[in-house]
């Protein structure tokens, strides 16, 4: 694949939300239960770990790791309590799939404990929930193209009716600083306009992946949100994110990948990694950012279509 290319999964890692692909029946232990009784739990439920609960709250999760460091003790009578990790990394049903991967995944946790507001654990994420879940959107994904493939073509077909020297459609969306319910929701929308209008795939899950990274920087990043304009014509589209504070000091640092000024609280929910500018970059043909601390911040992404451009089946009429 290119440099700009997006796969199918990838795409979809920016469109789920942890509560798709969670399993909610989660088993707990308490902190008192000894390490031999949760080797028969594990063993019986088939499972490789388990979060410890004291009452409503989660105190520690215990692994078959921590199981077979127990058996080598010889302290497989000795209560979880004792044996449990307590450092524990956990995650909102409302983050994002990407987001979850991004922070956690490359540390080798091999479960994320869900939890809701009052720290209750309401489900688990596993490598192998997440990945039947993607299994599943895709399949689903496959069996509504023969559905949508009429949709597309009425909308691919809105412009040739219209005669102009340059044609466009202007999108408008507003995003409200801290929504992190709703994050995401603006980048689904403008990924679904482009397949009505005919777009070919590739292109939109470029799209999608870019713009889902500056809608989050408009969630994590500003005091007021901002709002996100998508202009499409025959040869080109724009995505510009506009905000107006805090700004950016340093813009080269935070070009930086891995560099991020979201506060530890946003990056404990499993936000703010400081990939975003960076992804945003491979995705585009162009990007351009401009800031100034207390004058706000503009991103444009500039997406070049090629001979062609959206004309024909691809959604937008050749010029005559």
């Keep these: 694949m290119g440099d700009h290319d997006i796969s199918k999964v990838e795409e979809l890692l920016y469109t789920m939300k942890v509560e798709d692909v969670m399993a909610g029946d989660t088993i707990v232990v308490d902190p008192e239960l000894s390490m031999a009784e949760v080797k028969q739990l594990m063993d019986t439920k088939q499972i490789t770990g388990v979060p410890v609960v004291r ?36 995650v909102t049903r409302d983050t994002s799939v990407i987001e979850l991967i991004k922070n956690l995944g490359r540390r080798g946790f091999g479960r994320l404990p869900v939890l809701n507001g009052e720290g209750k654990v309401i489900g688990i994420v596993t490598t192998g929930t997440l990945l039947r879940s993607l299994l599943t959107q895709m399949e689903m994904s496959y069996q509504k193209k023969e559905q949508e493939k009429l949709q597309r073509y009425r909308a691919s077909h809105i412009f040739e009716d219209i005669s102009s020297d340059d044609t466009s ?33 590739p292109l939109v899950r470029r799209v999608a992946v870019a713009v889902y990274e500056a809608e989050m920087n408009l969630v994590i990043h ?6 996100i304009l998508v202009t499409i014509r025959r ?54 950012l401009m800031s100034e601390p207390g004058a706000g911040t503009r991103l444009d992404i500039l997406f070049l279509f090629g001979p062609g451009g959206l004309s024909g089946a691809a959604g937008l009429p050749k010029k005559s």
């Design 235 to 288: 040869d080109r589209l724009q995505v510009s994110t506009v905000d107006h504070g805090p700004g950016i000091e340093n813009l080269d640092q935070v070009l930086q990948p891995g560099y991020s000024t979201a506060p530890e609280w946003i990056r404990q929910m499993g936000f703010g990694a400081g990939m975003g500018l960076a992804n945003i970059k491979r995705c585009s043909d162009v990007m351009r």
């Design 55 to 90: 009452g409503d709250r989660m105190v520690g999760i215990v692994s078959i790791s921590d199981v077979i460091g127990a058996l080598e003790k010889g302290q497989l009578l000795r209560p979880v309590k004792e044996h449990m990790t307590t450092d524990v990394k956990s």
């Design 169 to 201: 459609v202007v999108l408008r969306y507003i995003v409200d600083d801290r929504d992190f319910t709703n994050a995401g929701k603006a980048s689904t929308m403008i990924k679904k306009s482009l397949q009505r209008l005919g777009a070919q795939p």
């Design 222 to 227: 500003t005091d007021v949100g901002g709002e």
